[in-house]
């Protein structure tokens, strides 16, 4: 698989530009602020409607325009998809897949696969339990996009169960079963608003428990995949041998929580009995916090090195070699699983290595079918990178195909 050309049009620093892409190792080099990153944003976008760098769609669309597009076209097998995304702040977002419209954006997913390691993955290894799972829920839609959809209905339902624990706080919390007020005509009593509420409280446990259990459940399936790629993968990036290994820490109860950070995977069935007997015995906790205290969204994965945890213990080389290690094996579970390979993204991360891990890493990503590269200075990519591919220069507001070769087209600089 791969990008066979890119083009945007108001998209972050960019009115408009065409980028030609090739197989083999494609390198963006210029200084910082010069839109080089923006380029491979724009590839990521395509393949999980999202960016890497920031959380909403605002920040995408170039100052002053009302939207942007993203136009890709994609090789696989020989066949070759054109992919397009209208990305408008405020309102729905629109695709096209073949140049005819879909009913959702996310019906594109899976067109074109990427795996992305840039700087802020940092965060995987040192950041909040957040940073994790979204990194196992993205995975989880590049190796199948249906879960896209169960992850939006997940969200929705979780939003609306917050704000009944909130709205119906003061006629669940005990010691408010007596009114301020006698009740005017038709008004039902606290008693009987109370019961209501647990009774609304009750479906939507059901509604959490239900798709949360298939989310929880598909999560662990993929972690159970990824673990043995890691430990490989950080060991030949960071050449030391070590046992490097990620588990899973769920919000279910202690029992079960149990046995699903020793590595099991428990059916579906069994996970959504266990979610529902958990926000049983948290229930006041809930109404107290006014926030659902169990389930996917509270959940982490626990890396560690050894004994120890990564977080807090890892050194800063260890921490990228985790980091790495995780991304890598990423690339490789869904190389295995699509039968041929993703678009391999390196956003400006040889800078951020010693000289060793520069020339190891270089000489995993080597047989990538594609592989794009951003850094500031072109010395910074392993020559055995350079010597496989082009060099796009990003300098002085101009996009060129070859270091040295014509401008493809004049853009401004400013990001």
């Not at 049009?9 to 408009?16: H, L």
């Not at 083999?24 to 080089?36: A, D, S, Y």
């Not at 380029?39 to 769609?57: C, F, K, M, Q």
């Not at 910074?380 to 101009?398: A, N």
Request: glycine share 8%; aromatic share 4%; charged share 30%.
């Amino acid at each position: 698989m791969h990008v066979r050309h890119l083009t945007l049009k108001d998209f972050r620093s960019y009115p408009s530009a065409e980028l030609a892409l090739t197989p083999g190792v494609t390198t963006f080099v210029g200084l910082n602020g010069q839109g080089k990153t923006n380029l491979v944003e724009a590839i990521g976008y395509l393949a999980t409607l999202g960016s890497h760098r920031v959380a909403t769609d605002q920040p995408l669309v170039r100052f002053g325009a009302a939207q942007a597009i993203v136009r890709g076209a994609i090789v696989r097998d020989e066949h070759e998809t054109m992919v397009e995304l209208e990305i408008t702040p405020g309102r729905a977002n629109r695709a096209r897949l073949g140049r005819s419209p879909v009913a959702r954006p996310r019906d594109v997913l899976g067109t074109v696969r990427t795996v992305l390691f840039a700087p802020e993955d940092l965060s995987l290894v040192k950041g909040d339990p957040s940073e994790r799972r979204r990194f196992l829920d993205e995975l989880l839609v590049q190796r199948q996009p249906r879960w896209s959809g169960v992850r939006s209905d997940y969200d929705k339902i979780l939003k609306q169960r917050n704000a009944l624990l909130k709205s119906a706080a003061p006629v669940l919390r005990k010691g408010s079963r007596r009114p301020p007020r006698p009740p005017r005509d038709g008004e039902p009593l606290v008693d009987e608003a109370r019961e209501s509420a647990l009774q609304t409280l009750d479906v939507w446990n059901d509604h959490l428990a239900t798709v949360g259990s298939q989310l929880l459940y598909a999560r662990l399936r993929l972690l159970r995949d990824l673990v043995p790629d890691l430990a490989d993968c950080y060991d030949a990036v960071s050449a030391a041998p070590s046992n490097a290994r990620a588990t899973y820490r769920s919000s279910l109860h202690e029992e079960l929580a149990a046995r699903i950070a020793a590595g099991e995977v428990p059916e579906i069935d069994e996970l959504r009995a266990g979610m529902l007997e958990t926000l049983d015995s948290v229930r006041t906790g809930e109404i107290e916090r006014g926030i659902s205290l169990v389930g996917p969204h509270r959940d982490d994965v626990v890396l560690s090195l050894g004994d120890l945890p990564a977080k807090g213990y890892a050194s800063h080389g260890e921490s990228w070699s985790f980091a790495l290690g995780l991304k890598l094996a990423a690339y490789r579970l869904l190389r295995r699983d699509l039968g041929d390979d993703p678009v391999l993204v390196l956003d400006d991360v040889f800078a951020e290595l010693d000289s060793g891990r520069r020339e190891r890493l270089a000489a995993l990503v080597g047989d990538c079918e594609q592989v794009l590269i951003t850094a500031a200075v072109g010395a910074d990519v392993p020559d055995v990178l350079r010597e496989r591919g082009s060099t796009v220069l990003v300098e002085l507001g101009q996009v060129v195909t070859e270091a040295g070769g014509e401008p493809l087209e004049p853009v401004p600089a400013d990001e």
